[in-house]
């Protein structure tokens, strides 16, 4: 194989890197458009959340005892 200087150049794939300081201002920037929620808002979803995450473990905690009691009495052979 020829070991050309055109193989051995160095590709551009993708654009140029930015320095450290230039990614700061830049997330500094697109933090500056969010919309933060205001207190009401926040208090409201954190209540949601936790509402949703109460049911949810109490469903899987009732499958999960029911699954425990139903593989007991299927390998045990009792009725209980």
Same mark, same amino acid.
């Given at each position: 194989?020829?070991? *050309? =200087?055109?193989?051995?150049? /160095?590709? &551009? ?7 450290? =300081?230039?990614? /700061? ?17 926040? /208090? ?8 949703? /995450? ?6 899987? *905690?009732?499958? &999960? ?16």
């Amino acid at each position: 194989m020829a070991d *050309s =200087a055109t193989d051995r150049r /160095v590709r &551009d794939d993708g654009p140029a890197r930015t320095t450290p =300081a230039t990614f /700061v201002r830049q997330v500094i920037a697109e933090l500056r458009k969010v919309v933060w929620p205001t207190q009401e808002q926040l /208090v409201t979803y954190f209540f949601v959340v936790m509402v949703f /995450v109460l049911v949810m473990m109490a469903i899987v *905690s009732a499958l &999960d005892l029911g699954l425990g009691k139903l593989a007991f009495a299927v390998f045990t052979g009792q009725q209980n």
